[in-house]
């Protein structure tokens, strides 16, 4: 069965701070990995990684995937307040379940000002 | 384009009763996905759509559970003899298919089984 695991579970920060958030994964035919950002309503979409090593970037945020030891990272340095929410990461599979999102517990971030 | 919708926001419901969400995906996305989550989990994979065929289902989609997709745009999960484990936000998403693997979120409805 499909298992994705998010650490750490919460975290509480100071604005400023540099956050690390961690999400491993077994995903059958795994594609691609995803995060979102949830804030008391749907998730939002954040990235999706597909290639090893190759680093994703918005802004403040950015993301990299590696597919020999199945994890992703998700990295906010400079954290505001407007930060704080679930961050979720999702594995998706392929074959015949294509496009199938299996999701972590998710990490909630709160940031104090 | 205004996203994915979701209707009713919120439903309260007594135990026993029968319930039905909508889902309009994004417009020319032929990829619907129905995901329950609880309170602090991640969503959970219900079952899913291409255009109106329903491609799998979950282990946890129990047989009073039921959705639909009848031509390919907008669907509808039904819950029959609703219990109170039922009670969660029931989100939908899609994507445009080959290619699109990023499934965009609909506000969700949340369900409370009294």
């Known amino acids: 069965e499909d298992k994705v695991v998010q650490s750490p579970l919460s975290l509480v920060v100071h604005e400023g701070d540099t956050v690390t958030l961690n999400c491993s994964y077994e995903?059958?035919?795994?594609?691609?990995l995803l995060w979102y950002k949830q804030e008391k309503k749907a998730p939002t979409f954040l990235f999706m990684l597909t290639s090893s090593g190759i680093e994703k970037k918005s802004g403040r945020l950015s993301s990299i995937l590696d597919k020999k030891e199945l994890f992703s990272i998700l990295n906010i340095t400079a954290t505001q307040t407007g930060d704080s929410a679930v961050y979720l990461c999702a594995g998706v599979a392929g074959g015949t379940s294509y496009g199938k999102l299996t999701f972590g517990q998710g990490t909630i971030l709160t940031v104090h000002p | 384009d205004t996203g994915v919708s979701q209707n009713p926001r919120h439903k309260i419901t007594k135990r026993g009763q029968n319930v039905t969400f909508r889902c309009d995906p994004i417009s020319e996305h032929n990829r619907l996905y129905w995901y329950r989550q609880t309170l602090g989990q991640g969503p959970e994979f219900l079952t899913y759509f291409q255009n109106e065929a329903q491609l799998e289902k979950s282990r946890l989609l129990s047989d009073r559970f039921s959705a639909e997709r009848p031509k390919g745009s907008f669907s509808t999960l039904e819950i029959q003899r609703t219990e109170q484990g039922d009670s969660a936000m029931y989100l939908c998403?899609?994507?445009?298919?080959?290619?699109?693997?990023?499934?965009?979120f609909g506000p969700g409805t949340r369900l409370l089984v009294l």
């Open positions: 998403a899609s994507s445009s298919g080959t290619g699109g693997e990023t499934q965009y």
């Open positions: 995903v059958t035919n795994f594609r691609s």
